[in-house]
């Protein structure tokens, strides 16, 4: 067997540099590149990726990842074994297997065929496509994808995602019978990495990679976790024809699942000790490669060398001078953009104390080279990250400590009866119909936009086009009769961004992009010093908006949750302290818009649930400061002026405690997609606020019909006491045309018209 490579990282970003992924695919899905040209542009970013991580040091056999993907890596596991949806069989080769054409389509859906569902994996922004599985899926390598994309050069190290991690993440395909869980066919799944794993040895792959992020969650019950992982391992390290196996655990600690991965015969074992301590049973790893994920795979920030390379002395020492150990990425680098040397316009001090991929990749390298030869070898650069580290605490714009000091009165707002009663002048009867905030974003808001930042478009002239816009946005809902307006947020490119760009402490970068979901990609603003607002940010054009209408404008601000997580956040203070210094801005501005007649305030919080950490244990503590940073945001107004969140997501039977908390008078919730299935844990928790949960899908396309929207509604009413139903659709309608939101909008009100008049 090869020995591990001394130095690697567990994956690196997929769009390309200059984001080539993302232009090559689209300009396949828009006809305006053959399919050989997209093929060869994707090869394109692989080998830019490779002759990167090479120039930068990588050199080792096995140290650089193969761990590209058209689209999404859960997607590509599950396509290469044949698990395809049965709605999809028609797209299938005679072998099984699906071009790349039908690859995308199962991925992006076609016509009234819905794509796999989207979710986010574990707790990051990232979107994976979550696989269908029933009792009678075929499960065999129908595909040699990851073999192909392992050996187009010499020693590279395919990164999988592991047969635990896919079986959990999936969900149970249409039909099968109550009860059925994918984990059911995991021996079935085992059997179609044994034909991978004996592909890839033909091949003369000499180590693979299977990540197996759910083994650190507490999503599912820990003995079903812990039963799998054994019996996966014991089945994959036993197989005769096999590439050695490195079983990746990252986002936290691995827990009770390392046992049997220790007893287990696969190879190396990678740690994410970045969330995770050293465990204490350790030494049960001697004998194995551990591969100590010292380097944050998840922030920016420039590690600190001292402590890293002491975390790996002290796993030297619990190992033991003859256990091998390598030295990597917590995670794979996916979650952070490629370079900050490209990042000019930065504030050049704010620019010293950041790594993005590459810088990460020369750190991890650091490290080893300490771990090989001394810290002597690397004492120059552990003087550096520990002298940066310290001009950045001492930086006047960032004073570590400065904790707002807040009385708890600040968090809380009168009883919700009271406010109901002064809120009801607002005149809104039942079910009062309002929509998510923003309206479609047209091209030509882009381009001036585009324009205004280019400097060829005066501040006037775009004043004046948001104007225009807003006005039109003003009355097509008048047109369509919608109860509480909103302005349509054309003036935001990002509803975390423009926030950004209005306070102090954050920046925001030029290519620091980072993959959100397939062709997706966002650029997440850097939060680095003390949170303050520079003025009012939305007030103008809230007050515009209301100025055109007699009906009430609802004002729209980003909650501090959301830009957290949506941000890259100083590592310095605890999140709760930076959470509750953007709610404290966020306060100044609900207030703000309060006095300039405002009545209705929504502060949208669609990271709420991402955020919630994956370890049980960790839980009540974030759910404690994250309801108290909104309430901090949302508790300065009289109880005249009413508050509403939007959440995005329909599961939420964890945090529905959380939201409760929130105390909001209107909560608005993903509900179209699942038809509703959200209604039970509502009334389950007594929930007796307002709550309109979303009549309409709007990551389709599709205009729903009026009957449609109706029979939700309907099942709503059935559930939820009248008076306290919103109607509106699942969310911001952004990414639609008017062409698709003009009808839909008008069936969704004629559809609460129907309902209020027979209920
Ligand atoms: N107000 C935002 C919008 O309508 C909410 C978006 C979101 O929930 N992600 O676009
Ligand atoms: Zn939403």
Redesign the pocket.
């Given at each position: 067997m090869t020995t591990f490579p001394a130095a690697t990282i567990i994956g690196y970003p997929r769009i390309g540099r200059d984001r080539e992924f993302k232009k090559a695919v689209e300009a396949y899905w828009a006809g305006r590149a053959s399919l050989e040209e997209t093929t060869r542009a994707l090869a394109g970013v692989r080998a830019q990726t490779r002759d990167r991580l090479a120039a930068l040091g990588l050199t080792e056999p096995g140290a650089i990842p193969a761990d590209s993907t058209a689209y999404d890596q859960v997607w590509d596991i599950a396509s290469s074994l044949g698990i395809v949806p049965t709605r999809f069989d028609d797209l299938r080769l005679p072998d099984g297997s699906l071009d790349l054409t039908g690859y995308f389509t199962v991925a992006r859906g076609e016509g009234e065929r819905p794509p796999l569902e989207m979710t986010k994996w574990f707790d990051s922004n990232y979107h994976y496509l979550v696989p269908e599985i029933g009792p009678d899926t075929e499960i065999r390598l129908v595909d040699d994808r990851v073999v192909r994309l392992a050996t187009e050069a010499p020693d590279l190290r395919p990164v999988i995602v592991g047969p635990v991690t896919l079986a959990l993440l999936s969900k149970p395909a249409d039909g099968a019978p109550e009860g059925f869980a994918p984990i059911d066919r995991l021996d079935d799944i085992l059997a179609g990495y044994a034909e991978l794993l004996a592909a890839l040895s033909e091949a003369g792959v000499a180590w693979v990679q299977l990540d197996e992020p759910a083994l650190v969650a507490d999503t599912w019950p820990r003995e079903v976790v812990v039963a799998a992982t054994a019996s996966a391992y014991r089945a994959l390290g036993d197989l005769p024809d096999r590439p050695a196996i490195f079983v990746m655990g990252s986002y936290g600690p691995l827990g009770d699942a390392l046992p049997p991965l220790a007893a287990s015969g696969i190879e190396a074992i990678g740690l994410d000790l970045v969330r995770g301590e050293i465990p204490d049973d350790v030494d049960i790893l001697t004998g194995k490669t551990v591969v100590a994920g010292v380097i944050s795979g998840r922030n920016i920030w420039r590690a600190d060398l001292q402590e890293a390379f002491g975390i790996l002395g002290e796993l030297r020492a619990r190992l033991g001078d003859d256990s091998p150990i390598a030295v990597a990425t917590s995670t794979s680098l996916q979650h952070v953009p490629h370079d900050v040397a490209r990042e000019a316009g930065l504030y050049p001090e704010l620019r010293t104390w950041l790594a993005f991929a590459d810088q990460k990749v020369g750190e991890v390298l650091t490290l080893a080279r300490g771990l090989a030869a001394g810290r002597g070898a690397i004492a120059g650069e552990i003087a550096e990250s520990v002298a940066v580290r310290a001009r950045r605490a001492a930086h006047p714009g960032v004073r570590v400590g400065d904790v707002p000091v807040v009385p708890d009165a600040f968090r809380a707002r009168e009883p919700y009866l009271v406010r109901a009663a002064a809120q009801e002048d607002l005149g809104l009867g039942a079910l009062p119909t309002t929509s998510?905030?923003?309206f479609p974003q047209t091209g030509e808001i882009r381009r001036a936009r585009a324009a205004h930042r280019a400097g060829t478009l005066s501040d006037a002239a775009y004043d004046a086009a948001m104007r225009r816009e807003i006005a039109s946005v003003v009355a097509l809902q008048e047109r369509l009769g919608l109860d509480v307006l909103v302005h349509g947020?054309a003036e935001r490119n990002d509803?975390v961004q423009y926030f950004a760009e209005n306070l102090d402490g954050f920046a925001t970068t030029e290519h620091g992009w980072v993959q959100s979901y397939g062709s997706r990609c966002t650029r997440p603003s850097i939060l680095w010093g003390a949170v303050r607002r520079r003025g009012p940010i939305t007030v103008e054009w809230t007050r515009y908006a209301q100025s055109l209408t007699g009906k009430p404008m609802k004002g729209?601000l980003t909650g501090p949750v959301t830009i957290l997580a949506w941000s890259f956040v100083r590592d310095d203070q605890p999140l709760a302290v930076s959470a509750d210094q953007v709610a404290l801005a966020l306060r100044e501005e609900v207030a703000d818009l309060e006095t300039a007649g405002i009545r209705v305030v929504q502060v949208?919080e669609?990271a709420l649930r991402e955020l919630l950490p994956l370890r049980e244990e960790d839980q009540p503590g974030y759910i404690s400061w994250s309801v108290r940073s909104f309430r901090l945001a949302t508790s300065g107004v009289k109880p005249s002026t009413q508050i509403h969140t939007?959440l995005?997501y329909s599961e939420f039977n964890e945090i529905i405690d959380a939201v409760d908390g929130l105390d909001a008078d209107v909560t608005s919730i993903e509900a179209a997609r699942s038809r509703m299935e959200v209604l039970e844990p509502i009334r389950e928790v007594g929930f007796e606020r307002g709550i309109g949960p979303g009549v309409y899908d709007i990551h389709s396309p599709r205009v729903p019909s009026v009957e449609e929207i109706e029979a939700l509604l309907r099942l709503a009413v059935g559930s939820i006491d009248s008076r306290r139903l919103w109607v509106n659709p699942d969310?911001?309608l952004?990414t639609r045309g008017y062409a698709e939101v003009e009808p839909a909008l008008a069936n969704m009100v004629e559809a609460a018209r129907r309902v209020r008049q027979e209920p």
């Amino acid at each position: 067997m090869t020995t591990f490579p001394a130095a690697t990282i567990i994956g690196y970003p997929r769009i390309g540099r200059d984001r080539e992924f993302k232009k090559a695919v689209e300009a396949y899905w828009a006809g305006r590149a053959s399919l050989e040209e997209t093929t060869r542009a994707l090869a394109g970013v692989r080998a830019q990726t490779r002759d990167r991580l090479a120039a930068l040091g990588l050199t080792e056999p096995g140290a650089i990842p193969a761990d590209s993907t058209a689209y999404d890596q859960v997607w590509d596991i599950a396509s290469s074994l044949g698990i395809v949806p049965t709605r999809f069989d028609d797209l299938r080769l005679p072998d099984g297997s699906l071009d790349l054409t039908g690859y995308f389509t199962v991925a992006r859906g076609e016509g009234e065929r819905p794509p796999l569902e989207m979710t986010k994996w574990f707790d990051s922004n990232y979107h994976y496509l979550v696989p269908e599985i029933g009792p009678d899926t075929e499960i065999r390598l129908v595909d040699d994808r990851v073999v192909r994309l392992a050996t187009e050069a010499p020693d590279l190290r395919p990164v999988i995602v592991g047969p635990v991690t896919l079986a959990l993440l999936s969900k149970p395909a249409d039909g099968a019978p109550e009860g059925f869980a994918p984990i059911d066919r995991l021996d079935d799944i085992l059997a179609g990495y044994a034909e991978l794993l004996a592909a890839l040895s033909e091949a003369g792959v000499a180590w693979v990679q299977l990540d197996e992020p759910a083994l650190v969650a507490d999503t599912w019950p820990r003995e079903v976790v812990v039963a799998a992982t054994a019996s996966a391992y014991r089945a994959l390290g036993d197989l005769p024809d096999r590439p050695a196996i490195f079983v990746m655990g990252s986002y936290g600690p691995l827990g009770d699942a390392l046992p049997p991965l220790a007893a287990s015969g696969i190879e190396a074992i990678g740690l994410d000790l970045v969330r995770g301590e050293i465990p204490d049973d350790v030494d049960i790893l001697t004998g194995k490669t551990v591969v100590a994920g010292v380097i944050s795979g998840r922030n920016i920030w420039r590690a600190d060398l001292q402590e890293a390379f002491g975390i790996l002395g002290e796993l030297r020492a619990r190992l033991g001078d003859d256990s091998p150990i390598a030295v990597a990425t917590s995670t794979s680098l996916q979650h952070v953009p490629h370079d900050v040397a490209r990042e000019a316009g930065l504030y050049p001090e704010l620019r010293t104390w950041l790594a993005f991929a590459d810088q990460k990749v020369g750190e991890v390298l650091t490290l080893a080279r300490g771990l090989a030869a001394g810290r002597g070898a690397i004492a120059g650069e552990i003087a550096e990250s520990v002298a940066v580290r310290a001009r950045r605490a001492a930086h006047p714009g960032v004073r570590v400590g400065d904790v707002p000091v807040v009385p708890d009165a600040f968090r809380a707002r009168e009883p919700y009866l009271v406010r109901a009663a002064a809120q009801e002048d607002l005149g809104l009867g039942a079910l009062p119909t309002t929509s998510i905030g923003s309206f479609p974003q047209t091209g030509e808001i882009r381009r001036a936009r585009a324009a205004h930042r280019a400097g060829t478009l005066s501040d006037a002239a775009y004043d004046a086009a948001m104007r225009r816009e807003i006005a039109s946005v003003v009355a097509l809902q008048e047109r369509l009769g919608l109860d509480v307006l909103v302005h349509g947020e054309a003036e935001r490119n990002d509803m975390v961004q423009y926030f950004a760009e209005n306070l102090d402490g954050f920046a925001t970068t030029e290519h620091g992009w980072v993959q959100s979901y397939g062709s997706r990609c966002t650029r997440p603003s850097i939060l680095w010093g003390a949170v303050r607002r520079r003025g009012p940010i939305t007030v103008e054009w809230t007050r515009y908006a209301q100025s055109l209408t007699g009906k009430p404008m609802k004002g729209m601000l980003t909650g501090p949750v959301t830009i957290l997580a949506w941000s890259f956040v100083r590592d310095d203070q605890p999140l709760a302290v930076s959470a509750d210094q953007v709610a404290l801005a966020l306060r100044e501005e609900v207030a703000d818009l309060e006095t300039a007649g405002i009545r209705v305030v929504q502060v949208d919080e669609p990271a709420l649930r991402e955020l919630l950490p994956l370890r049980e244990e960790d839980q009540p503590g974030y759910i404690s400061w994250s309801v108290r940073s909104f309430r901090l945001a949302t508790s300065g107004v009289k109880p005249s002026t009413q508050i509403h969140t939007h959440l995005c997501y329909s599961e939420f039977n964890e945090i529905i405690d959380a939201v409760d908390g929130l105390d909001a008078d209107v909560t608005s919730i993903e509900a179209a997609r699942s038809r509703m299935e959200v209604l039970e844990p509502i009334r389950e928790v007594g929930f007796e606020r307002g709550i309109g949960p979303g009549v309409y899908d709007i990551h389709s396309p599709r205009v729903p019909s009026v009957e449609e929207i109706e029979a939700l509604l309907r099942l709503a009413v059935g559930s939820i006491d009248s008076r306290r139903l919103w109607v509106n659709p699942d969310c911001g309608l952004k990414t639609r045309g008017y062409a698709e939101v003009e009808p839909a909008l008008a069936n969704m009100v004629e559809a609460a018209r129907r309902v209020r008049q027979e209920p």
